[in-house]
C-alpha cells in the first residue's frame, strides 16, 4: 500500500513539474507578443483578462482568509468566479438556439444558408460545455454512482468525496498543462478551422478549453478543502456542515 502510494505522489509531482514548466516558463512567447501589442486583438485581451481574474481571485480570497484566519473567504472567492462562468455558459446556450434558429430560417424559408452557423453552434457548445463543467461540480450535480453513497454519514462521504478529488486533482492538472500547450501551438500559427467555408480563427475556442479546466482545478481544489472542514468540524448532519462553509 505503501509503495502505491509513494509511486502516485511521484506521479503527481511530474504532473505539477509538467504543469509548472507549461504554465510559467513556456508562456514566454504568448505573452511577449500580447505586450508588444496590448489589445490589438479582442481575444488576446480576454485571455489575458482572464488570467489576471484567476490570479485576483486567489490573491483575494488568500488576503481575505489571512485577514479573518480562515479558508472559507477563499473558497467563496472560487465558487463565486466559477458561478460566474457558469451563469456566461448558460447564456452561451441561449446564443446556440439563437443562432440555430436563424440558420434554419435563412436555410429553409430565405434560401440564404450562412456560411458560420455551423462553426458558431460547436464553438457556442462546446465553450456553454466548459464554462459549467466547474459550477456543475460545485452544485454536485456531476453523475455518481450513488447506491451506496447515500447510505452512509457526512463524515464518511466527505472522505470518499476527498479520495476522489485527490485522485482528480494531478489529472486536472495535466489536462490544464496539456491545453495550455495545445493552445499557444495554435495561437503561434494562428490556426483555421478549416472547417467551412468561413474559416475562422481556432485557438480562441482552444482556450475556451482551458477556461473550462482551470477553472475545474481551483473548484476540485475548493471541494478538497470543503471536505477537510468538514471532517474537522464533526458536524452530524450535511446543513450543519455546509451552514459556515458554502
Same mark, same amino acid.
Request: proline share 3%.
Given at each position: ?5 509513494? /509511486? ?20 514566454? $512567447? ?9 489589445? *490589438? ?11 489576471? +481574474?484567476?490570479?485576483?481571485?486567489? =490573491? ?5 482568509? &489571512?485577514? #479573518? ?24 446556450? *441561449? ?19 450562412? /456560411? ?11 465553450? @456553454?460545455?466548459?464554462?459549467?463543467? &466547474? ?34 486533482? $494531478? ?20 490556426? =483555421?478551422?478549416?472547417? @467551412?467555408?468561413?474559416? $475562422?480563427?481556432?485557438? $480562441? ?6 477556461? +473550462? ?5 481551483? #473548484? ?14 464533526? /458536524? ?11
Amino acid at each position: 500500500m505503501l509503495e502505491v502510494f509513494g /509511486k502516485f505522489l511521484d506521479f503527481s509531482g511530474r504532473i505539477l513539474e509538467y504543469f509548472w514548466t507549461s504554465f510559467f516558463q513556456n508562456t514566454g $512567447p504568448f505573452f511577449r507578443i500580447v505586450f508588444e501589442a496590448p489589445f *490589438t486583438s479582442f481575444f488576446e485581451s480576454l485571455v489575458v483578462l482572464f488570467l489576471v +481574474g484567476v490570479a485576483l481571485t486567489i =490573491l483575494l480570497g488568500i488576503v481575505r482568509s &489571512a485577514i #479573518q484566519f480562515s479558508v472559507v473567504p477563499l473558497i467563496h472567492a472560487v465558487e463565486m468566479f466559477t458561478r460566474f462562468f457558469g451563469w456566461v455558459g448558460a447564456w452561451g446556450t *441561449t446564443l446556440l438556439i439563437i443562432s440555430m434558429v436563424f440558420e434554419v430560417i435563412s436555410r429553409y424559408f430565405l434560401g440564404a444558408p450562412t /456560411k458560420w452557423a455551423f462553426e458558431v453552434a460547436y464553438m457556442l457548445m462546446g465553450t @456553454s460545455f466548459m464554462f459549467g463543467i &466547474a459550477y456543475c461540480m460545485q452544485m454536485r450535480r456531476h453523475v455518481r454512482v450513488d447506491f451506496f453513497y447515500d447510505s452512509v454519514g457526512l463524515k464518511t462521504r466527505s472522505i470518499i468525496d476527498l479520495c476522489g478529488f485527490l485522485i482528480l486533482l $494531478p489529472m486536472l492538472l495535466w489536462l490544464c498543462a496539456g491545453l495550455w500547450d495545445y493552445f499557444q501551438q495554435a495561437y503561434r500559427v494562428n490556426e =483555421l478551422s478549416g472547417e @467551412s467555408a468561413w474559416n $475562422p480563427i481556432i485557438w $480562441p475556442f482552444k482556450f475556451a478549453f482551458v477556461m +473550462g479546466f482551470i477553472l475545474l482545478l481551483m #473548484q476540485t481544489v475548493a471541494e478538497v478543502v470543503k471536505c477537510i472542514l468538514v471532517l474537522l468540524e464533526h /458536524k452530524e448532519t450535511e446543513a450543519e456542515a455546509t451552514e459556515n462553509i458554502i
